[in-house]
């Protein structure tokens, strides 16, 4: 059974284009979090949500909308794309929001902006 | 400001080669440590992580870290590298206070086991 899964694996689109990618966690936990990564492949944060809450919200375009309809879903829209917002995208998840909590991630979902 | 730093890029070693990867802290108070493996193409995983107790800290695949608050580092160890280890490695931190604890990780180190 995957832990925590993401739809799609691929997204190839046009600049202007508004898209959206899924993420579920069957793990039972009750923090999410979307983060970035680039072609350095540095990891940033972009949200965090904890029992559907949103708790983490770094400086992110206002174009990037995370929404959790329940705390095993975190899905993000991104609307009006931009060329720099091609790079990996990952999903995670884990048990709270404490200091200790571990993450786990799921296999991410590679934008490319044309 | 609270962070990690991953001082290689890239770590090179040699099959059945011990291996060492760095990391370094800037943490106010107890800092809670973890270690994150991301193979070619996939997601993050979870290695290991310190919270309190043994400085030695026994992880997943083999992998070990040490903590040493003196020299603020919690470096990755194992004792005989497998070409199957070569990924990226992240050293990791939650910084912040109250409830929310924002996860913050280093820029990675490539490691490379040849045969």
């Known amino acids: 059974d995957t832990a925590v899964s993401q739809t799609p694996k691929y997204l190839v689109t046009q600049m202007g284009n508004d898209k959206s990618i899924k993420c579920e966690q069957n793990?039972?936990?009750?923090?999410m979090y979307w983060y970035k990564q680039d072609s350095k492949k540095f990891l940033k944060i972009m949200f965090s949500?904890?029992?559907?809450?949103?708790?983490i919200n770094e400086t992110v375009p206002n174009r990037f909308s995370p929404k959790s309809p329940d705390k095993a879903h975190l899905n993000l829209h991104i609307n009006s794309l931009e060329l720099g917002d091609s790079a990996v995208y990952f999903c995670?998840?884990?048990?709270?929001?404490?200091?200790?909590?571990?993450?786990?991630f799921g296999p991410g979902t590679r934008l490319t902006v044309t | 400001a609270q962070s990690v730093a991953q001082p290689e890029d890239q770590v090179n070693v040699a099959e059945g080669n011990p291996l060492t990867v760095k990391c370094t802290y800037s943490?106010?108070?107890?800092?809670?440590l973890f270690w994150y493996v991301q193979y070619p193409n996939r997601g993050l995983q979870f290695l290991l992580k310190?919270?309190?107790?043994?400085?030695l800290v026994k992880g997943s695949y083999g992998f070990e870290a040490e903590f040493n608050k003196s020299q603020t580092s919690f470096h990755l160890k194992k004792p005989s590298a497998l070409v199957s280890d070569s990924a990226l490695y992240f050293c990791?931190?939650?910084?912040?206070?109250?409830?929310?604890?924002?996860?913050?990780f280093g820029r990675g180190t490539s490691l490379i086991v040849h045969p």
């Open positions: 949500y904890n029992n559907k809450e949103l708790i």
């Open positions: 310190y919270i309190t107790g043994d400085n």
């Open positions: 793990l039972g936990h009750d923090t």
């Open positions: 995670a998840s884990s048990q709270g929001t404490g200091r200790s909590y571990e993450q786990y």
């Open positions: 943490v106010s108070g107890n800092p809670y």
């Open positions: 990791a931190v939650r910084v912040g206070s109250g409830g929310s604890y924002i996860p913050t």
